[in-house]
T-cell receptor, first 114, second 114 residues
């Protein structure tokens, strides 16, 4: 069982819907991350949280809204998404926020926008 | 600016063959970390190895070995006697202390045929 759990595994939504992706880590880590992986594009870092504070926001459109209520949970709230937002969204955690920390990833949520 | 290049987009080998995945990085920093991750079809990225810039010692872990050469800015990954279960996308990543985050390469898709 992975230490990082993402739900749902698959999500299909219309452009006007509002949904949330959930990530939970059971590793006692203090840093959590959201990545977007599109077909044939590099892995894109979206958000970084350290001790529940957002430390990085990589020019992500406001239709993506992260939330980190505690160090074990991370959400990505979605609203009025566009077809180009269809992708695999990966959550990761690391013991601390820092470049030398190996990240542990969840299985991802495959998002399809109709 | 930092950059990671994985020139091999796709590699296909027959089981039991040895295969090397190339990774070339660019950075002006003297302190940095290098990572390899494996992404099987299920989606999650699995951490394989971390190397810091001051440790050029090559490492072997079972059928996996890594060759770090600062002179050529390369951190290549070799799988010996490949198996079908090695089929996955492999990502090389560069972590910079100043940037506080990792930059991922585009990934190499390895297919091992029986």
């Amino acid at each position: 069982e992975t230490g990082v759990t993402q739900t749902p595994r698959h999500l299909v939504m219309g452009m006007t819907n509002k949904k949330s992706l959930k990530c939970e880590q059971h590793l006692g880590h203090n840093a959590m991350y959201w990545y977007k992986q599109s077909a044939k594009k590099p892995l894109e870092l979206m958000f970084v949280y350290s001790l529940e504070e957002r430390v990085e926001n990589n020019s992500v459109p406001s239709r993506f809204s992260p939330e980190c209520p505690n160090s074990s949970h991370l959400f990505l709230h979605l609203h009025t998404l566009q077809p180009e937002d269809s992708a695999l969204y990966l959550c990761a955690s690391s013991p601390r926020q820092g470049v030398g920390q190996p990240q542990h990833f969840g299985d991802g949520t495959r998002l399809s926008i109709l | 600016a930092q950059k990671v290049t994985q020139a091999q987009t796709e590699i296909s080998v027959v089981e039991k063959e040895d295969v090397t995945l190339d990774c070339v990085y660019e950075t002006r920093d003297t302190t940095y970390y290098l990572f390899w991750y494996k992404q099987p079809p299920s989606g999650e990225l699995v951490f394989l190895i971390r190397r810091n810039s001051f440790d050029e010692q090559n490492e072997i872990s079972g059928r996996y070995s890594w060759n770090f050469q600062k002179s050529t800015s390369s951190f290549n990954f070799t799988i010996t006697a490949s198996q079908v279960v090695d089929s996955a996308v492999y990502f090389c990543a560069l972590g910079l202390t100043n940037a506080g985050k990792s930059t991922f390469g585009d990934g190499t898709t390895l297919t091992v045929k029986p």
